[in-house]
T-cell receptor, first 119, second 113 residues
Framework: AQKITQTQPGMFVQEKEAVTLDCTYD???????LFWYKQPSSGEMIFLIY??????QNATEGRYSLNFQKARKSANLVISASQLGDSAMYFC????????????????FGKGTHLIIQP | DGGITQSPKYLFRKEGQNVTLSCEQN?????MYWYRQDPGQGLRLIYY???????QKGDIAEGYSVSREKKESFPLTVTSAQKNPTAFYLC????????????FGNGTRLTVT
């Protein structure tokens, strides 16, 4: 079973509108972290925002916010006032932290959403 | 500026040849990672290393090998045993703390014909 599911392969949005990119995850660990990355056509992966499973408040970073609904295992990325430069692939990722601790295990990524902002 | 350098950006090889992809970081990070990305797919973990002289297999390690002789370097060798080596390869590093993000290099696009 997929651990990270992104159900929107592609999205077209008008410039200046808000965008919500969906992400659901599957884990039985109580401790985990959720990450969102942006990948422009040039290929580099840009870290956008992080949400911990024990965080009480939704994470925000500038125009990015994370709508975290723990009971639904959902971690949607919201981009406010979209810009042409927001056109890119967006990936949701998770790191599970077992009881034994540690943190250097890799992230598990979803398949991504291709966002295109139209003028 | 601190960062992760992958070289070369594009690499072409003939089938049956081994090829080594370079990854260097000057972020003083303990952990390093190699991911593979195929068109329309997310990233899949090949190998990771939490500390010098130690590394673990990821989800798709078959046909690949790595070494971690120095903290700042984590080269990936794509061997002739890898059945479908043509892909985009991304190297990353992190502090190794549980909730720290991965920082990525710009990637190497490998084409094997």
């Amino acid at each position: 079973a997929q651990k990270i599911t992104q159900t929107q392969p592609g999205m077209f949005v008008q410039e200046k509108e808000a965008v919500t990119l969906d992400c659901t995850y599957d884990t039985s660990d109580p401790s985990y972290g959720l990450f969102w990355y942006k990948q422009p056509s040039s290929g580099e992966m840009i870290f956008l925002i992080y949400q911990g499973s024990y965080d009480q408040q939704n994470a925000t970073e500038g125009r990015y916010s994370l709508n975290f609904q723990k009971a639904r295992k959902s971690a949607n990325l919201v981009i406010s006032a979209s810009q042409l430069g927001d056109s890119a692939m967006y990936f949701c990722a998770m790191r599970e932290v077992p009881y034994s601790g540690g943190g250097a295990d890799g992230l598990t990524f979803g398949k991504g959403t291709h966002l295109i902002i139209q003028p | 500026d601190g960062g992760i350098t992958q070289s070369p950006k594009y690499l072409f090889r003939k089938e049956g040849q081994n090829v080594t992809l370079s990854c260097e970081q000057n972020l003083n990070h303990d952990a390093m990672y190699w991911y593979r990305q195929d068109p329309g797919q997310g990233l899949r973990l090949i190998y990771y290393s939490q500390i010098v002289n130690d590394f673990q297999k990821g989800d798709i390690a078959e046909g690949y090998s790595v070494s971690r002789e120095k903290k700042e370097s984590f080269p990936l060798t794509v061997t002739s045993a890898q059945k479908n080596p043509t892909a985009f390869y991304l190297c990353a590093s992190s502090t190794g703390i549980a909730y720290s993000p991965l920082h990525f290099g710009n990637g190497t696009r490998l084409t094997v014909t």
